[in-house]
């Protein structure tokens, strides 16, 4: 009961900055917005906007890690003010790449929080982490794109995890080809109706098997 409550007024104070932070976009007032972000990210992080602009994901998440709390519920508040910093930056300036790091570092925090938040229902965001997917995987960045391959494999669809394998493997064939091999040893390990699902059956496993290995020889 005691961390139900807990979740709760987080929940309580995200939803809060969110109200903030959503009424100022719509009068335009971005410098505003992106102080709410701040103040938020430090009430709750200890850490403002300079930080998730300027460090990693990675750096972002260890340090998110000495924070009190469960760990998804912290990646969930963290995705969603990250998300919203991404989308204040975008109207204020217009797109940048710092903007679609931001995006990315949104994406992996949203990750970690619907892969780990057990029954708690975050089917909103789920959908919140399909779009960012989807505006990543038009971006040109590989180091972006292999967790994509990830993500796509955890939710499922498989034929959209092996475009993008074959995406990566035009920039970097030597390391992607591990990867890719691994993935379809996963696959079959897979039943013939999860397979279906995820629209790459069987065969079409078996045949990405064979170009894989031609291209070994090449």
Not at 8 to 17: F, G
Not at 69 to 94: D, S
Not at 122 to 129: A, I, M, S, T
């Amino acid at each position: 009961m005691i961390h139900r409550d807990y979740i709760m007024r987080l929940i309580e104070q995200m939803i809060a900055v969110l109200a903030r932070i959503l009424f100022n976009k719509e009068i335009r007032n971005y410098d505003q917005a992106l102080v709410e972000i701040d103040n938020a990210l430090k009430a709750m992080f200890g850490w403002g906007t300079d930080f998730t602009t300027t460090l990693s994901a990675g750096d972002l998440l260890a340090r998110l890690e000495t924070v009190e709390g469960q760990y998804w519920e912290k990646c969930l508040v963290a995705a969603e003010l990250i998300n919203e910093e991404a989308q204040v930056f975008a109207l204020k300036n217009g797109h940048s790449p710092m903007i679609t790091d931001l995006y990315y570092k949104a994406f992996i925090f949203y990750f970690n929080a619907v892969q780990n938040a057990g029954d708690y229902p975050v089917g909103p965001y789920k959908y919140k982490l399909e779009q960012l997917a989807a505006l990543l995987a038009q971006e040109d960045l590989p180091e972006h794109k292999s967790r994509l391959c990830e993500y796509y494999e955890w939710c499922g669809n498989y034929a959209r995890a092996e475009d993008i394998f074959f995406e990566l493997l035009e920039t970097d064939r030597a390391s992607i080809i591990p990867h890719l091999n691994a993935f379809y040893q996963r696959l079959l390990t897979k039943s013939d109706a999860q397979l279906v699902k995820g629209n790459l059956p069987r065969h079409e496993v078996q045949d990405g098997i064979l170009e894989l290995k031609a291209l070994k020889r090449k």
